[in-house]
């Protein structure tokens, strides 16, 4: 199985980041916007996520915990078939005001995580901007 894991320090407030990536339905599209095109629940636990390059991927809700803010999803279906997948994503205080965010994505079969790994380091980048400048 492929492991992909990702850091990254952001200038931001970990309950700002937080609040973000803890928004199942709608932390996507606010993580990554224009990478993410859309992202709505379908059912209690699942969510839809669109990417720009038209790629749906269908994840579902394993934890969701306000008090490590970690979030952990699956993806289960839509464009993109994983045999195994799971991912999450922790946010952590680093210093005063900024935050250590760590994202780790398992996933069989292990090629598909050539693809993961550039779309990680994209949002990251997006989000990074994205979250240090609405701080």
Known sequence: MASVQKEIIIDADPADVWA????????PVRMAPG?????RLDGPDIRVVTFADGTVARERLI??????????FSVVGGTMQPTHDNASMQVAPHGD????????????????AIPMEAVMDHGLRIFKQTAEASG
């Open 97 to 112: 005001g900024r935050s250590r965010f760590v994202w780790i994505h398992d996933v069989q079969p292990d090629d598909l």
């Open 63 to 72: 934890a969701l915990d306000d008090e490590t803010r970690r979030l952990a």
């Open 35 to 39: 990478l993410v095109t859309d992202s």
């Open 20 to 27: 973000i990536i803890g928004d199942f339905t709608d932390g």
